[in-house]
């Protein structure tokens, strides 16, 4: 018989996806596979035991599952996950994926209002010009944060195929929130390209600027980006089709759409902006 525990919840077959909610003993009644009930009804998802094994820990163990074993995420879909606990980690993600953009408008803000650079700063100075300041770059501090929230749970369009029950889709839908973490791949690349900002100015101020040593850091930048992306597409792929047993075209269908969904996320992020700048424009002319 059923245990007690486990009557009412809905548990889903890891070997063939049938609902076993109300199916006694350890056999699935559509396959007729055992399956280990005790197992069912515990998230294997480190996050969802963040207040037991810290949530630095959690977070980071959760992260290297999603980018390097998604194929163990997927079998959650056998288990009962929190929508609650997934849309917590996604927002770290979006925190993490803003703080950049956010630190360059908040530097670039700072040297507008409080003359922290007086001209000095090339980088500074350019952002300043080419966003007017203070309300575009308020704007545009929003903007980034619009953007990276959707860039972080666009998958989730595709999380939900019409043949799968109401609590399939629902579970579903709850793992792709996690397959943003994706995108904290792009921080190694973020810290290469600083490395190789600060080693060409070495090379040049020690007149070592030699064109294949140049090449070499920039072919290493490329890589790492283009290795980086990669992973980010693909994963949300993997997963999808773990989770929902989709067939081939629908697989297509997400590996196009998704970069789709990351295209019309920059496209309104960028009509944001160049709206906020024009009438930035148009209302310093009028004074």
């Given amino acids: 018989m059923a245990d007690d525990a486990t009557a009412g919840v809905d548990l889903i077959c890891p070997f063939c996806g049938y609902n076993l909610r109300g199916t006694p003993g350890v056999k699935c ?82 040297a507008e209002w409080f003359h922290w650079t ?39 369009l595709f999380f939900r195929p019409r043949g799968m029950e109401a609590e399939q889709q629902n579970r579903a839908v709850t793992l792709s929130h996690y397959a943003g973490a994706t995108w904290l791949g792009l921080y190694p690349y973020l810290l290469f390209i600083a490395s190789v900002l600060i080693a060409s100015l070495w ?33 949300p792929i993997i997963l999808m089709r773990r989770v929902t047993h989709c067939g081939t075209g629908r697989t297509v269908w997400a590996a196009v759409g998704i970069p789709l969904c990351w295209l019309g996320m920059g496209v309104v992020a960028a009509t944001i902006v160049v709206v906020a700048m024009f009438v930035d424009v148009i209302r310093a002319s009028l004074h």
Avoid: Y
């Fill in 29 to 110: 009644s559509e396959c007729g596979k055992e399956f280990d009930r005790s197992t069912m009804t515990v998230s294997q998802i480190p996050w969802s035991h963040r207040r037991k094994i810290g949530r630095m820990r959690a977070f980071v163990k959760t992260c290297w599952m999603v980018t390097w074993r998604p194929g163990k995420l997927a079998e959650e879909m056998n288990r009962p996950v929190s929508l609650k606990d997934a849309m917590a980690f996604r927002r770290v993600v979006w925190v993490l994926m803003c703080l950049p953009g956010w630190g360059v408008m908040g530097w670039a803000m700072g």
């Fill in 118 to 156: 007086d001209g000095r700063n090339d980088v500074a100075d350019t952002l300043t010009k080419c966003v007017p300041m203070p309300w575009s770059g308020l704007l545009l501090v929003v903007t980034i944060g619009i953007f990276w929230w959707g860039i972080t749970g666009g998958a989730s």
């Fill in 203 to 235: 090379l040049e101020e020690n007149h070592r600027a030699e064109d294949f040593e140049l090449f070499l850091l920039a072919g290493g930048q490329i890589v790492l980006f283009v290795l980086a992306i990669w992973r980010i597409w693909w994963v």
